[in-house]
């Protein structure tokens, strides 16, 4: 059997349908096979969420991720006090409890006690507060435990992986906000991740244009020509297989997309809207770029459905599935680079003592 990985949950909204799709996941009894997992929240909660929807799933409760179980769901109390339940509603007080818990997960992955993260949906007003003053989730992630490093938002379902230029941006920003550096910047990212994370030795990237028809040469737009296209040649330069910039709606319709290993679009709709019609249920979000690895699922908190027990945890499953994969994959590349060859020859020009050294009786 394989390294079982400490998996952190965060609960996420308390109100939403983040404990169903946890309780869902690991109804499921192979899941442990895989993973140990560690819920960042309330068992309190837990509890009320389990008898609202009849989960027949166990869990028990530890002091840290430490103490955690094998073979059980495990839940760490971040909430000194009790937690109202008010499911379908968005309120300050879930969004306390779901910053407590992220804030918890944080701390112990810094401190060694879980290998990769897993969050649930947040509700991003409600979690806003002066220790949360972030756009969401992977933006708090990148300045709490990127070490300096740029976090890239990826997208991902069984059709395609889909990353972003711009993510969380009102639509009337989003062009004043591209550059050739921010594109180059993603792009690079991007290209390592899909080695690094995903096994993919030389991945062919596509890079998505802003105006319709790619502006048409300029005619209705200047982005693709002073932007885009620049910012492509120069990644292709160092040697990145990327290509485009191609109408968004022309790619996708046609079926351009599956000749590519990834897509940047350059903001969040543009690019999460062909995916999600694609495959809605089993997406992932994944924070590419950063020294941890964390996923969700690609879904919201889902109010409307929330305690009713019809939520899919099909989205839960296969983020955490994901995180697992990507942890491995990166182990087993850095296994790979760990004792690099030295080098088994020299120049001829520039090592001629050596050469003497090696053949003393040649003048």
Not at 49 to 73: C, E, G, M, Y
Not at 333 to 342: D, F, V, W
């Amino acid at each position: 059997m394989s390294e079982r990985i400490v998996v952190g949950i965060t609960q996420g909204d308390v109100n939403g349908i983040g404990y169903e799709v946890i309780l869902k996941t690991f109804e499921d009894p192979t899941m442990f096979e895989f993973c140990t997992p560690v819920v960042y929240g309330s068992p309190k909660v837990m509890t009320y969420h389990r008898k609202a929807i009849d989960s027949p799933t166990n869990f028990n409760v530890v002091d840290s991720a430490s103490d955690a179980q094998q073979d059980r769901l495990n839940v760490v109390n971040c909430n000194k006090e009790d937690v109202k339940v008010d499911f379908g509603l968005p309120t300050e007080e879930s969004g306390h409890a779901a910053f407590l818990a992220l804030e918890r997960a944080v701390k112990e992955y810094r401190e060694g006690k879980i290998d990769v993260l897993v969050t649930a949906p947040i509700n991003k007003k409600t979690i806003h507060s002066d220790s949360f003053n972030f756009p969401g989730h992977t933006e708090y992630i990148e300045a709490k435990l990127g070490d300096g490093n740029k976090a890239l938002m990826i997208l991902m379902n069984s059709s395609m992986r889909v990353a972003l230029a711009t993510v969380h941006e009102p639509i009337s920003k989003v062009a004043s906000l591209l550059s050739r550096d921010l594109i180059k910047e993603k792009l690079r990212i991007l290209h390592k991740s899909l080695k690094q994370d995903f096994g993919i030795e030389i991945p062919r990237i596509a890079v998505l244009a802003l105006n319709p028809h790619a502006s048409d040469d300029g005619l209705i737009g200047k982005e693709e020509n002073e932007i885009i296209k620049p910012a492509i040649d120069e990644v292709v330069a160092d040697k990145i297989q990327c290509f485009g910039p191609f109408p968004a709606d022309g790619f996708f319709g046609s079926g351009e997309y599956r000749k590519f290993d990834a897509v940047l679009a350059m903001y969040h709709d543009q690019g999460l809207i062909p995916l999600k019609a694609l495959d809605m249920e089993c997406g992932v979000n994944y924070t590419a770029g950063l020294p941890v690895v964390r996923t969700s699922p690609d879904h919201g908190t889902a109010y409307d459905i929330a305690g009713q027990g019809v939520a899919s945890e099909a989205s839960m499953r296969e983020a955490i599935f994901t995180a697992i994969d990507i942890y491995r994959s990166r182990q087993t590349e850095k296994a790979i680079h760990a004792n690099p060859l030295g080098k088994l020859y020299f120049d001829r020009r520039d090592d001629s003592d050596k050469l003497k050294h090696l053949n003393p009786d040649k003048e």
